[in-house]
């Protein structure tokens, strides 16, 4: 076992000196948000609401796996976004004026899961009443003391965002939460339950430095991941196999989670949009990879695409469709200008590809473009994947992304020589008063540089694991 750490170490060591050029992120990050930022982010909401009003969040739910496992927790993100607090079963009520409750004057009230020493022992430790409101800098009560605040407060409207619906509901999941929640419904039964998405997605949609300075460390870590694989990539290596280096990689750098399911498709896999089952064993030496990954770090989620061939070196049929789409993504890019309209980098990517695939022989009308790129080209990230946004006019702060694809899986109506080609390209782009910014760009993008970078050499490729039989 200790001969087996030093060689993973020296084996790190030596990827560590080997991208030494393009890493620009610390071993060991330190930043964070602190609470000032989520204090800032509640006096914002605050401008929002109506007088006289009050904002009710809920914690995310616990989910269950399994029997008695659950799923790794993961906060709503309005209810991190607001609070920074990480634990579930809690609640955040935001006034719109300060409200004298029990004879103190408080502004925002946070109801969170009190010190529990039998579930701490199995759980982890919670910030419980008094941590809380040290670390997080908000007036906090235990939420078993919820129900006597509900009615404290003289209010013309309630705004709440609610549980899902599809919430268990039993003691070892949410009962306290829930409990919680139907409180607050049986006594304030007139809710409006619509508005706080609204108002949340406009303050969420620009962000502010401190959150873009996570985002450009999740989206470099993810663009490192993609360099240490394409430079690892080999024929015969499996799906699962590539998604663990990238994952490798993440976890190197500090983000603990990826923003969602690894998509790692090859040949004709690459052509399922969200494929995530990474089930094949062996990748042929003709086939494309399309790898679609991102980190999340401390929140926030990357969302980095790059489709590159097995053996490093693209055939003549795979190079035409991976110059098209490579095409259409500079179209989309160039659109993503403050003031232009959501939709512009899809459109301007669905005009390239419908053109370049008449061109080709692949499609005789525009109409049929519809077939082999059939997703729009732009969502926003952030706390979520695809975050909340109005997706309304561009904005300078807010961050994008822009994949554009084509995917022609096998039966296709088209000449078999590209029956299995599935390529998508996708860069984060950071929208600025005078333009945009690729935020991405370290990860190789064009064929002359993806080819350039498979034949470095890769410091995983002297890392041999004994078989297993």
């Known amino acids: ?30 930043d964070t948000l602190d609470k000032e930022f989520h204090r800032q982010r509640r006096e914002q909401l605050r401008k929002q609401l109506p007088a006289r009003s009050v904002a009710v969040f809920f914690a995310a739910p616990v989910r269950n796996r399994a029997n008695d496992v659950d799923h790794y927790y993961h906060q709503d993100p309005d209810f991190y976004y607001l609070t920074g ?5 809690a609640v955040l009520i935001v006034y719109a004026e300060p409200q004298t409750i029990n004879g103190k004057q408080v502004q925002d009230l946070l109801f969170v899961q009190p010190n529990n020493p039998q579930a701490e022992l199995w759980n982890g430790k919670r910030l419980g009443v008094e941590g809380a409101a040290t670390t997080l800098g ?90 240490e694989v394409m430079k690892a990539m080999k024929p015969n290596m499996s799906e699962l196999e590539i998604q663990g280096l990238h994952e490798f990689v993440h976890n190197k750098y500090g983000a603990q989670h990826v923003g969602y399911p690894s998509i790692v498709g090859a040949g004709n896999n690459g052509c399922v949009l ?82 370049g695939l008449i061109k080709l022989g692949i499609i005789k009308n525009k109409s049929e473009a519809r077939r082999y790129f059939p997703h729009g080209a732009t969502h926003y990230i952030g706390l979520d994947v695809h975050d909340a946004g109005t997706y309304g006019p561009f904005k300078p702060n807010s961050v994008v992304t822009v994949e554009p694809g ?64």
């Open 1 to 30: 076992m200790a001969a087996f750490r030093l060689c993973v170490l020296l084996v790190w060591a030596t990827i560590t000196a080997a991208t030494a050029q393009s890493r620009v992120l610390p071993d060991k990050p330190s």
């Open 274 to 355: 969200h494929y995530i089952e990474s089930a094949k064993s062996s990748i042929t030496n003709k086939e494309l990879v399309l790898m679609d990954v991102g980190a999340e770090y401390k929140g926030y989620t990357a969302d980095v695409t790059r489709t590159i061939p097995a053996n490093g070196k693209f055939s003549p049929e795979q190079k035409a469709i991976y110059e098209l789409v490579l095409q259409a993504q500079d179209a989309g890019i160039k659109q993503c200008i403050a003031g232009n309209q959501f939709a512009a980098p899809t459109i301007a990517s669905q005009e390239v590809i419908a053109d």
């Open 85 to 89: 607090y990480t634990e579930p079963n």
């Open 138 to 227: 908000i007036t906090t009560q235990s939420n078993t003391s919820f129900k006597s605040y509900i009615d404290k407060a003289t209010l013309q409207q309630v705004l709440v965002k609610p549980l899902p619906t599809d919430v268990r509901d039993d003691a070892r999941d949410n009962a306290d939460l829930y409990s919680l929640m139907e409180q607050f419904n049986a006594k304030k039964p007139n809710t409006d339950t619509k508005a706080l998405e609204t108002v949340m997605a406009q303050l969420r949609e620009q962000k502010t430095p401190e959150e873009l300075e996570l985002l450009r460390k999740a989206v470099m870590i993810s663009a490192q991941g993609q360099i």
């Open 406 to 469: 084509i995917y022609i899986p096998e039966g296709s109506p088209c000449d078999k020589k590209w029956w299995g080609i599935g390529i998508r390209i996708e860069d984060d782009i950071l929208i600025t008063e005078k333009g945009w910014e690729n935020l991405s760009k370290l990860a190789p993008r064009t064929i002359a540089d993806i080819e350039k970078m498979m034949a470095q050499p890769s410091a995983l490729d002297d890392f041999k694991l004994p078989e297993i039989k």
